[in-house]
């Protein structure tokens, strides 16, 4: 079985490339907290090692073109997926191994205006009475597997 499920925060913006079949990909990496003590956590920190993990991520798609388009650097992110490891020769002619998260699902748990208009990160798009359109924002968006959730309906 080969299943992951982590929530992280991102550790840079999504870089978004497509292949010259016109599929897009999108890869970026989240820093996701070790569970650490408060003891440990401060032990850490002060010998200078790394209290979260840095974790790549690859998102193939329509998903991929959503995560490169709303996500920036700092979000907070849940990812559902499978690891993918490989290799490659690097130009020093040295073998390089690569651990990926192939995302089968992003969600994003924290929300913002979209990158192109990134001055105002604060603004909550649940907020905005047209969501579809985002008008209020000044921007047209495709939304598409987004709905907006009213918190009458959630049972807790």
């Known amino acids: 079985m080969n299943s992951v499920i ?3 925060r991102l550790t840079r913006d999504p870089e978004l490339r497509y292949l010259s079949s016109g599929m897009a990909v999108s890869r970026f990496s989240i820093a996701v907290d070790k569970d650490l003590s408060r003891e440990k956590k401060q032990e850490f920190e002060s010998k200078g ?5 840095f974790i790549n991520i690859v998102v193939w798609g329509k998903q991929g073109e959503n995560c490169a388009n709303y996500l920036v650097k700092g979000r907070l992110v849940a990812i559902q997926g499978r690891i993918q490891t490989g290799s490659f ?16 699902r992003v969600q994003f748990l924290e929300w913002g205006e979209a990158r192109q208009s990134s001055q105002n990160t604060n603004r ?3 907020t905005n009475k047209d969501f579809n359109t985002n008008k ?3 921007m047209d968006i495709d939304m598409d597997g987004f709905h907006p959730t009213d918190d009458d309906d959630i049972p807790f």
Do not use: M
């Not at 690097?90 to 990926?100: E, F, L, N, V």
């Open 89 to 104: 020769t690097a130009q020093d002619g040295t073998k390089r191994y690569t651990t990926d998260v192939v995302a089968e």
């Open 49 to 53: 090692q790394p209290t979260a993990d």
């Open 6 to 8: 982590l929530i992280g």
């Open 124 to 126: 909550d798009f649940n």
């Open 136 to 138: 209020d924002f000044g």
